[in-house]
T-cell receptor, first 113, second 112 residues
Framework: AQSVTQLDSQVPVFEEAPVELRCNYS??????LFWYVQYPNQGLQLLLK??????LVKGINGFEAEFNKSQTSFHLRKPSVHISDTAEYFC???????????FGRGTSLIVHP | KAGVTQTPRYLIKTRGQQVTLSCSPI?????VSWYQQTPGQGLQFLFE???????NKGNFPGRFSGRQFSNSRSEMNVSTLELGDSALYLC???????????FGSGTRLTVV
């Protein structure tokens, strides 16, 4: 079975500050990992994904994430956030053989001016 | 290319009624999945269709059903609506495992 834990339900931060949104997963087999963003009244949009290879993956809007197998983590980072980054962020895991990703409960990123 | 299109965007229904939601995936995507999103439960998987066959199913009662047509368009149906069915229903299409989903904007269902 696979599971995802997003450790923070809400992360407030000031504009231009760095941010890290934490995600830990649990799976007994190899995994694919994803981060999605959801803006108000919209569906989810894929930010980035880790399949294999380099543990540091870069996505859209200046976001990046690092896969750490020993700590079973896939934290999302951005060096300098903007007001427009205010949204809900979801981490998801797909395990080998399962076509269905499991989503975390989401982290609300709130960027203050 | 066009994204995933869900219709309608908003619906208000009365308890006991039934509802049908529609989803048109990205052209070429054969896998269509449905999720229910609520503040209390987060994103919960309903079912996945691939080439007109239900390939995976979540833990929802039989009142929730779906189908997929030969052009990959999908519909989901909820019968005998309950207040707790009020949610954002999201459709997502994919070209395969590990590619990630493309989501539609959702259908906001309110049951009164």
């Amino acid at each position: 079975a696979q599971s995802v834990t997003q450790l923070d339900s809400q992360v407030p931060v000031f504009e231009e500050a760095p941010v890290e949104l934490r995600c830990n997963y649990s799976s007994s087999v190899s995994v694919y990992l994803f981060w999605y963003v959801q803006y108000p009244n919209q569906g989810l949009q894929l930010l980035l994904k880790y399949l294999s290879g380099s543990t540091l993956v870069k996505g859209i809007n200046g976001f990046e994430a690092e896969f750490n197998k020993s700590q079973t983590s896939f934290h999302l980072r951005k060096p300098s956030v903007h007001i427009s980054d205010t949204a809900e962020y979801f981490c998801a895991v797909e395990s080998g053989g399962s076509y269905i990703p499991t989503f975390g409960r989401g982290t609300s990123l709130i960027v203050h001016p | 290319k066009a994204g995933v299109t869900q219709t309608p965007r908003y619906l208000i229904k009365t308890r006991g009624q039934q509802v049908t939601l529609s989803c048109s995936p990205i052209s070429g995507h054969r896998s269509v999945s449905w999720y229910q999103q609520t503040p209390g439960q987060g994103l919960q998987f309903l079912f996945e269709y691939f080439s007109e066959t239900q390939r995976n199913k979540g833990n929802f009662p039989g009142r929730f059903s779906g189908r997929q047509f030969s052009n990959s368009r999908s519909e989901m149906n909820v019968s005998t609506l309950e207040l707790g069915d009020s949610a954002l229903y999201l459709c997502a299409s994919s070209s395969g495992q590990s590619y990630g989903y493309t989501f539609g904007s959702g259908t906001r269902l309110t049951v009164v």
